[in-house]
């Protein structure tokens, strides 16, 4: 159930030996550890978990013994549970339905000054209530969605839903930014701009809280469409984050080509750089960039305690976001998180 595997060995190095293990449907536990550049593990790691093999750390060595305990504490534990059912992917037909039905709802990830760690504004998030299978998270829907020309259908109600509740914050005396996620193929047309506009100023919007964060899943199709789109949507001072940096096609070529004026560093550079010298100098690297350029940096991927600390002292990040400041929540949920949020700060 349990393999410790070095990653240098004689005969069979580690990456053969994974291919080995994942030919033979290898289910249990592994534990890499190396005496080579941390690298070279990273990269035996990310091998093993897409041949589908449970990797349950990575070390250099010497591996601590109270790291090797926590390891095993945890494969424990988890082979104590019951396996998780198969996650479901949903057809094209539901999907229309959902949007039609109105049954699509927005949850909102807190987006928090890192110097001072105030409220800053909320990454819209969407989720499906499903009728019977309750709630249903986007990797489970967005993929058939956009490769079934039903994205752009989608986006649109998250943002009119995400603008409306901007509205009921502010009316409340809440002063945010509001960040949506658009896809390039939402930018196919030019009257994607129009309706942005159009149901911004609805609600009386100053479009300086409205972010779009920008995400490539795929190559642009019509990159003159999409550059006057955003070029005209920066004009009109709504804040584009080139979202996920580092990763996909979110390059510095986009960034050099699109005006960005917010660059959202993706959480793998973001979590554990402060003990990942290479996620670290990647992080350090997006940061400086972005300041040199003069845009706004968010780190997402936020995880724990060191992570935030990291961030804090390195005095080099504008926002933050993840699940140690807090996870996707409901609209009504925000209030109370805040407060419970400022009795952190003040006890850290």
Request: hydrophobic share 40%; aromatic share 6%; with cysteine.
């Amino acid at each position: 159930h349990l393999i410790l595997m070095d990653c240098q060995m004689p005969e069979m190095d580690g990456v053969e030996l994974v291919r080995h293990l994942a030919q033979l449907r290898y289910r249990g536990g592994l534990v890499l550890m190396s005496g080579e550049d941390e690298r070279i593990l990273h990269t035996v790691k990310l091998l093993a978990q897409a041949h589908g093999i449970n990797v349950l750390g990575a070390f250099k060595k010497p591996v601590a013994p109270t790291m090797l305990e926590q390891v095993l504490t945890r494969h424990a534990t988890e082979r104590g549970r019951p396996a998780r059912p198969d996650r479901k992917v949903y057809g094209v037909v539901e999907i229309e339905r959902a949007i039609k039905n109105g049954e699509l709802v927005n949850f909102y990830q807190p987006k928090v000054s890192v110097p001072d760690g105030k409220l800053v504004g909320v990454e819209t998030l969407v989720r499906w209530q499903h009728p019977r299978d309750g709630l249903v998270f986007p990797d489970q829907f967005i993929e058939v969605a956009e490769k079934n020309l039903l994205i752009d259908d989608l986006t649109r109600v998250v943002l009119c839903s995400a603008l409306r509740q901007y509205r009921r914050w502010r009316d409340s005396g809440l002063s945010l930014s509001i960040a949506v996620n658009v896809s390039m193929n939402n930018l196919k047309s030019l009257d994607f701009l129009e309706f942005v506009t159009r149901n911004a100023g609805e609600i009386g919007m100053d479009l300086t809280h409205l972010v779009l964060e920008i995400t490539e899943s795929q190559l642009m199709h019509n990159p003159l469409t999409v550059l006057e789109i955003l070029t005209r949507l920066r004009l009109r001072n709504v804040t584009l984050s080139i979202d996920d940096f580092g990763t996909g096609h979110s390059s510095l070529a986009q960034l050099r080509d699109i005006p960005f004026n917010e660059l959202k560093v993706d959480a793998g550079f973001v979590h554990d750089a402060c003990r990942n010298s290479s996620r670290r100098a990647i992080l350090e690297a997006s940061l400086d960039m972005a300041r040199r350029l003069g845009i706004q940096s968010v780190a997402e991927g936020v995880e724990d305690i060191d992570d935030w600390k990291f961030l804090s002292e390195a005095n080099s990040c504008d926002i933050a976001q993840g699940y140690f400041i807090a996870k996707p929540m409901p609209a009504e949920s925000l209030i109370a998180w805040e407060q419970e949020w400022s009795v952190r700060q003040r006890t850290k």
